[in-house]
């Protein structure tokens, strides 16, 4: 799908969201869903995986989303950039949570700090969330990733997920800008060559 394409099928999804059509934004979310899944799966420490998994974090994303979809701009920055900021905030919360509490619940146990209110979750968005994180695509992308080192995980993650500048990602690995960019198109075109979903996903 060309930019033009996509940038097209965002702008309707929008406006018929903005218009109250429901459906619009399942279907604007679920274009990006799979790129917000894999970064909750490298971005929340396994630590804490007793208390919210990807699919967990995803579904609260989604909710906040709707709720405040009209501060997103379209002039000022893409859906899934938006989107990731979102998470970004969600996760920082329960990471203060989890900080707050002083303790992680050991395995078996049941978890003393009440990440997210599953009540609040309509059951829609709990089934098409837990559909994603079960889906082939998902695991296939899943399975992939773990075949990265570490420096590619934090390139995909940065500059692939997060869209960080080549600088910024460079101070972070201590490389040169040079070497980040050629790292980094040399991960892009090997994860699109493996599994061709990447290449939606990178777009």
Request: with cysteine; charged share 35%; proline share 4%.
């Amino acid at each position: 799908m060309s930019d033009e394409r996509s940038d097209s099928t965002t702008r309707r999804l929008a406006a018929g969201t903005r218009d109250g059509e429901a459906a619009k934004f399942d279907a604007l979310y679920n274009r990006v869903a799979s790129a917000l899944f894999l970064w909750a799966s490298l971005r929340i420490p396994k630590s804490i995986r007793r208390l919210v998994e990807p699919e967990d974090l995803i579904q609260e994303v989604w909710c906040r989303a709707l709720r405040r979809f009209a501060t997103w701009d379209p002039e000022k920055g893409r859906f899934r950039t938006w989107l990731l900021g979102i998470a970004q905030k969600v996760l920082m919360e329960v990471l203060r949570r989890v900080n707050r509490s002083g303790r992680v619940p050991p395995t078996g146990s049941t978890p003393e700090v009440r990440v997210f209110d599953p009540e609040e979750i309509p059951e829609e968005v709990t089934t098409a969330c837990r559909r994603l994180a079960r889906s082939e695509g998902v695991r296939a992308l899943l399975d992939q990733v773990g075949f990265l080192g570490t420096e590619d995980r934090a390139l995909l993650l940065a500059r692939g997920l997060e869209e960080r500048p080549h600088a910024e990602i460079a101070e972070e690995l201590d490389i040169d800008v040079a070497t980040v960019k050629k790292r980094w198109q040399r991960l892009r075109e090997r994860l699109v060559k493996d599994l061709a979903v990447f290449e939606d996903l990178l777009a």
